[in-house]
């Protein structure tokens, strides 16, 4: 069971369960399906600019992301916020590279 307090979620977020037939990298209109991972990866909303615009930029949705690709982005996110800058999508791309596998999971891949 989540539990909003720990991982930040705001109570005016409406969490549902998916049906059999849903998939994560097919969200319902105004819906976003995240996982649990992707909360204990460090994943917070609402969802950092940085990151949005690395996924608008990768054509994937956050669900796709694996643990390693939430965990390595988000800190990073968090590591050039602390130094008074912000990632983009070519700073990440300095670093590693972003890749998918056959079920389009997306991993992150150091340099």
Do not use: W
């Amino acid at each position: 069971m989540i539990h909003y307090k720990n991982f930040h979620i705001p109570n005016d977020v409406v969490t549902t369960v998916p049906k059999r037939s849903d998939r994560d990298g097919l969200p319902l209109p105004r819906y976003l399906t995240i996982s649990e991972t992707s909360l204990r990866a460090g994943l917070r909303f609402p969802p950092p600019a940085e990151l949005v615009e690395i996924l608008k930029r990768c054509g994937v949705c956050l669900s796709q992301f694996s643990y390693r690709a939430m965990s390595v982005t988000v800190g990073v996110i968090a590591l050039f916020r602390d130094r008074g800058a912000v990632l983009t999508p070519e700073h990440l791309s300095r670093m590693g590279r972003l890749t998918s596998d056959m079920q389009g999971r997306v991993t992150f891949r150091c340099k």
